[in-house]
């Protein structure tokens, strides 16, 4: 007989080992970020730049900072929440 059901086994709550996915893409998401911020830097330096390389430049790192915060906070609550 089953002592669990399917939607246990199916919806119910992973193990703590888990958390550690958004760790890793908490650290990749970082690591885009430094990236990006040093060809920001370049681009900088660089002339003849058209102004919406900037503009995109600017979002991407934007968006990739709340990438890393998501996944970041998303970390915390699954260690808090497993302990």
């Known amino acids: 007989m089953?002592?669990?059901s399917f939607s246990d086994k199916v919806f119910g709550t992973l193990p703590k080992q888990y958390c550690l996915w958004?760790?890793?893409l908490c650290i990749l998401s970082f690591i885009v970020i430094l990236?990006?911020?040093?060809?920001?830097i370049f681009l900088l330096t660089k002339k003849n730049v058209p102004?919406?390389?900037y503009v995109y430049a600017i979002a991407f790192l934007?968006?990739?900072g709340f990438i890393y915060?998501?996944?970041?906070?998303l970390y915390s609550m699954c260690?808090?929440?497993l302990k």
């Open 79 to 81: 260690i808090s929440t």
């Open 69 to 73: 915060l998501t996944y970041r906070l």
């Open 22 to 24: 958004f760790y890793v």
């Open 51 to 53: 102004f919406s390389n």
């Open 35 to 40: 990236s990006a911020l040093i060809s920001f």
């Open 62 to 64: 934007i968006n990739y």
């Open 2 to 4: 089953m002592t669990t």
